[in-house]
């Protein structure tokens, strides 16, 4: 991974999310690259889950279950958007060749927007836990959101103690494969 000095945290460690405070976390988990491609190419890739197996090994299968547009009986789109209900299917240990049982994650788009090249502002996408999917986890147990700080509630302290490290490295990952891919050098 290539960072830059004139960032002042390359992990994103010190971000809020949209209604959490980076202070409160119990454990913080990001990752960053620069990435040779235009902003546009990146977003593109990174909003379309059908791509996600070809460089994500850590999240290489996600169920996009409800889309606001999609019509009940009509097959949601992979491509994400605000109101995006999904489900990741996590590959705990995505650099081992043996099969292994994914981790499912219920999530939903709570903040979407593109990259916009006129006036340079980033795109921003925010996933958190989606209270309503199955298997889901109570707020007062469990919450996360798109930079995969986990706070409140006591089973925090637990998925930091039994996955923090695990999650640090797969993130990293995630990132080095989704520049790997916009850049061609994973095709």
């Given amino acids: 991974m290539s960072t830059s000095t004139s960032l002042p945290n390359p992990q994103n460690s010190d971000r809020d999310t949209p209604t959490l ?6 454990l913080k988990v ?4 620069f990435v040779a491609a235009p902003a546009q190419k990146v977003w593109e890739t990174l909003i379309d889950t059908s791509t996600w197996p070809e460089w994500n090994s850590f999240v290489p299968r996600v169920t996009v279950y409800s889309q606001p547009d999609c019509a009940p009986n009509d097959t949601p789109s992979p491509i994400l958007q605000l109101g995006t209900k999904m489900t990741f299917h996590a590959r705990m240990d995505p650099t081992s060749s043996k099969p292994q049982k994914s981790t499912d994650t219920g ?31 109570s707020p007062s147990l469990l919450v996360v959101e798109r930079e995969h700080e986990i706070l409140v509630g ?28 916009v850049e061609g050098e994973g095709n």
């Avoid at 405070?21 to 119990?26: C, G, R």
């Avoid at 990001?30 to 690259?33: E, T, V, Y």
């Avoid at 958190?128 to 889901?136: L, V």
């Fill in 30 to 33: 990001g990752s960053s690259a």
């Fill in 107 to 137: 999530l939903m788009v709570k903040e979407f927007s593109a990259p916009n090249a006129e006036t340079g502002a980033p795109g921003r996408i925010v996933w958190a836990f989606d209270p309503d999917a199955p298997s889901s986890f």
């Fill in 154 to 181: 006591w089973l925090a302290y637990v998925v930091k103690w039994m996955y923090g490290k695990k999650l640090d490295e797969n993130f990293e990952l995630w990132v080095v494969e989704l520049k790997k891919f």
């Fill in 21 to 26: 405070k980076a202070t409160d976390a119990i």
